[in-house]
Nanobody, 128 residues
Framework: VQLQASGGGLVQAGGSLRLSCAAS????????MGWFRQAPGKEREFVSA????????YYADSVKGRFSISRDNAKNTVYLQMNSLKPEDTAVYYC??????????????????????WGQGTQVTVSS
């Protein structure tokens, strides 16, 4: 699976961005998908995940109510709509996919170790 993230940029606090992750190399609709982020000097952390069919979505507490994950299986693309952005959202954002299906648990879907394929990352910078 090859993943290509895009849509990052510089935005003021309170603004919005939409990230996209285009997948290729495998039947996209068979993949759970996730978004992670990594700020300078910090560990890569879970942001959001979506099930293969799109019916299950999962969010870190820090982004719940502000971010929304979705997917378009016809376009082999997963999206992360980010609203009400804060300076602490500044990070490189990565999309990821597991080699096999994940369980429905939040702990499984939020763990870095559950994901085998990673995109190159897209920088999001939120100014105060």
């Amino acid at each position: 699976v090859q993943l290509q993230a895009s849509g990052g940029g510089l935005v003021q606090a309170g603004g919005s961005l939409r990230l996209s992750c285009a997948a290729s190399g495998r039947t996209f609709s068979s993949n759970d998908m996730g978004w992670f982020r990594q700020a300078p000097g910090k560990e890569r952390e879970f942001v959001s995940a979506i099930s293969r069919g799109g019916g299950g979505t999962y969010y870190a507490d820090s982004v719940k109510g502000r971010f929304s994950i979705s997917r378009d299986n016809a376009k082999n693309t997963v999206y992360l709509q980010m609203n009400s952005l804060k300076p602490e959202d500044t990070a490189v954002y990565y999309c990821a996919a597991p080699a096999a299906g994940l369980s429905g648990s939040y702990s499984d879907r939020s763990a870095r170790a559950s994901y085998d394929y990673w995109g190159q990352g897209t920088q999001v910078t939120v100014s105060s």
